[in-house]
């Protein structure tokens, strides 16, 4: 276990010295309606920064006296924090950049309780409504820039990943800061951190001093996935679906890192969304790469693809292997197509205000055993509609392995029961197994134990 400081007191920057009374008591209010806990559990992740642990339930469990309050005084608001990791401080300072995280914490949850929630500006109930809260909730962070050509880069993969595929990474992102794309993932160590590092060093080489790195996140996966100490902009989500959307909504380009059962949720969110009717025109490039020691994993998911989907689904996913110009090249020509439609189409550069998410992909999926078992993982269906269905048997996989909430629901109840077509089930089964032999399901984890059981059934 981490070192802890008995107790700190620090004062944030910038606009959040001046939060009000109310704001203030809301971080602090320990009831089920007040902020205390999910502010407590992602202030401690944004502390634990570096952790080799991915269980958030465990990151809860270590620092139990872990506390964090806020407090109006005469110069502005005073964080006191008790029992903090030693390693956030450098003789008794906090970090700078984790100081800057910690503030956006603050404020995206202040904002999306006070504004999105409990306002009646936004109604949640349809799917106009959810985007128009996601670009409320980017605008307040700050992530919306009005006079830069569409530049940005989205990049997902595993947070546990073999280093010569980490190394890969940092190879992409010194490509892509080549030529002045800046990165988007979602925040966190592995393929989230290693295409922002390697883009520094191509930010750097072309004297290009407004590089952005963005990191997207939200309450249920920080603690299992820590932002990084490169990201600059950060933004906190009220949901998974929400920080999925605003990825789609905020990037011009989409890169694919090996990973694991989150990887595969993310992919089967992106053809959810891409295989729509609607978005047939909209260009978005997508490229799945890695080095060769990646290969494997890409093999896997595009079979299943391919069975549970079909070929048009595998058409929407370029795979570039062991290829890190090619892929920077290929992201590049794409965007400049995206920047031409967007101009052509009077759209913002900023945000994707074309492309339609329909209203099943925007509401919360709760992993519970019932949900589960409810899902309809069968053909007759088209396949924008199967891909969301799938994604949510992901999404629970994701939330039984590193959730808090999720592996309370497997040690009470067992593992999550997945029912669906045999064929599909079959290759879910296999592709499942493969991540399990390629030691991509869970950090730190000699013998997995699934939280799910692939149920065959006609």
């Known amino acids: 276990?981490?070192?802890?400081?008995?107790?700190?007191?620090?004062?944030?920057?910038?606009?959040?010295q001046i939060l009000s009374y109310k704001e203030a008591q809301q971080l602090c209010d320990q009831t089920e309606a007040g902020l205390n806990e999910v502010f407590r559990r992602c202030s401690l992740a944004v502390l634990n920064t570096g952790t080799k642990e991915d269980n958030s339930l465990a990151l809860l469990e270590a620092h139990p006296d872990f506390q964090i309050q806020v407090h109006i005084k005469g110069r502005g608001l005073q964080i006191e924090i008790d029992n903090a990791p030693e390693n956030a401080f450098v003789n008794g300072e906090m970090i700078a950049g984790l100081q800057e995280h910690l503030s956006a914490v603050i404020r995206d949850l202040i904002?999306?309780?006070n504004e999105i929630i409990d306002s009646q500006e936004f109604d949640l109930c349809t799917s106009f409504g959810i985007t128009n809260a996601i670009f409320h909730i980017a605008r307040n962070a700050n992530l919306m820039k009005t006079d830069l050509d569409p530049n940005t880069v989205i990049c997902w993969g595993g947070h546990s990943i073999p280093l010569e595929e980490y190394k890969y990474t940092k190879q992409i992102g010194y490509h892509l800061g080549l030529r002045r794309l800046d990165i988007c993932t979602g925040c966190g160590p592995g393929a989230m951190k290693g295409p922002m590092k390697g883009a520094v060093l191509g930010h750097g080489k072309q004297r290009y001093r407004c590089g952005?790195?963005?990191?997207?996140?939200?309450?249920?996966?920080i603690a299992a996935e820590a932002p990084n100490a490169i990201v600059t902009e950060l933004a906190i989500l009220p949901d998974i679906e929400k920080r999925l959307e605003a990825f789609m909504r905020l990037g011009h380009g989409i890169i694919v890192f090996p990973g694991g059962a989150g990887t595969m949720e993310e992919i089967l969110y992106l053809l959810s969304v891409l295989l729509h009717p609607?978005?047939?025109?909209?260009p978005f490039p997508v490229v799945l790469t890695g080095p060769e020691s990646g290969r494997a994993y890409f093999e896997a998911v595009i079979d299943f693809v391919d069975q549970?989907?079909?070929?048009?689904?595998?058409?929407?996913?370029?795979?570039?292997?062991?290829?890190?110009?090619?892929?920077?090249?290929?992201?590049?020509?794409?965007?400049?197509?995206?920047?031409?439609?967007?101009?052509?189409?009077?759209?913002?550069?900023?945000?994707?205000?074309?492309?339609?998410?329909?209203?099943e992909l925007q509401q919360p999926f709760v992993p519970t055993h019932d949900n589960i078992a409810a899902l309809n993982l069968h053909q007759d269906q088209p396949a924008h509609q199967l891909a969301g269905q799938l994604r949510n048997v992901f999404s629970a996989i994701v939330a039984g392995n590193v959730k808090s909430d999720g592996i309370a629901q497997i040690e009470q109840h067992g593992p999550f029961q997945v029912h669906g077509d045999p064929?599909?089930?079959?290759?879910?089964?296999?592709?499942?197994?493969?991540?399990?032999a390629q030691r991509r399901m869970k950090l730190g984890t000699e013998h997995y134990e699934p939280c799910y059981n692939i149920v065959q059934s006609g």
């Open 423 to 436: 064929e599909i089930m079959k290759r879910m089964d296999t592709l499942l197994k493969s991540f399990v």
């Open 1 to 16: 276990m981490n070192n802890i400081l008995k107790k700190v007191l620090i004062r944030p920057a910038g606009a959040l």
């Open 278 to 282: 609607q978005n047939n025109n909209i």
């Open 111 to 113: 904002y999306a309780q």
């Open 212 to 221: 952005r790195f963005i990191g997207l996140t939200e309450p249920g996966i």
């Open 308 to 359: 549970a989907l079909g070929k048009e689904a595998v058409r929407k996913l370029n795979v570039l292997i062991n290829k890190p110009e090619e892929v920077a090249d290929f992201i590049e020509d794409g965007i400049a197509d995206v920047k031409a439609f967007r101009k052509a189409t009077s759209d913002a550069y900023y945000f994707n205000w074309n492309l339609h998410i329909p209203y």
